[in-house]
């Protein structure tokens, strides 16, 4: 068993792709398995936790206990997000949000046409970037970076950027880690302190830093 560092807190965690809707039959998406954000939600609950995991469409089982909140697209990923934030002491984006929506839902069927179709996307809300924003009850906000090259600079960048406390970066270019892989290593950026975090099992990594999470709240 885990010390209950976590005893009293509540972590609300963003898990797994978006679904983006084209018409009734299509949509857009991404490789995201969810499995580090379960990953996390499970740890979370390991260490006394009261869990919320806002999960876009995965295949996974979610850990015994967590509150969960199906969601598909971005803006219904928002909504849960922005509902239940002010009630978190911890929050963690690890979804994998589609930067993109389509700028219309076509209500029927879109019918094949001529060789060239030019669909219009319009940009997402950028979740983590608004609860991190919260100017009451703002959780400790925690967000993932997935980067192919310079990957120190990149986070670094996105925790300035989107006003994060932390963030856990990983370089998704490396064989075997990361995307829908069972292993992931991470470096954890917050203020001007980082910690690398050697490869090893997501349910392992997702221990390391929720419990490097729990140290640094109040
Ligand atoms: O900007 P980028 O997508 O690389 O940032 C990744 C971080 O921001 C992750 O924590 C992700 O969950 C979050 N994010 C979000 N909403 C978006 C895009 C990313 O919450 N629209």
Redesign the pocket.
Known sequence: PEPPLLAGKTVTI?AGPTREPLDPVRFISNHSSGKMGFALAEAALKLGATVNLISGPVTLTPPAGARVVKVES?LEMRDAALTLAPHSDVFI???A?A?YRAAAVAEQKIKKQGDELTLTLVK?????AEVAALSTKRPYTV????ETQDVANYAKG?LTN?KLDMICANDVSREGLGFNSDHNALTLFWGNESLELPPCSKPELALTVMKSVATKLS
């Open positions: 963003t971005a984006g690890c979804a949000v930067d997402n809300p950028d979740i983590i967000g993932f970076a997935a996105k989107k």
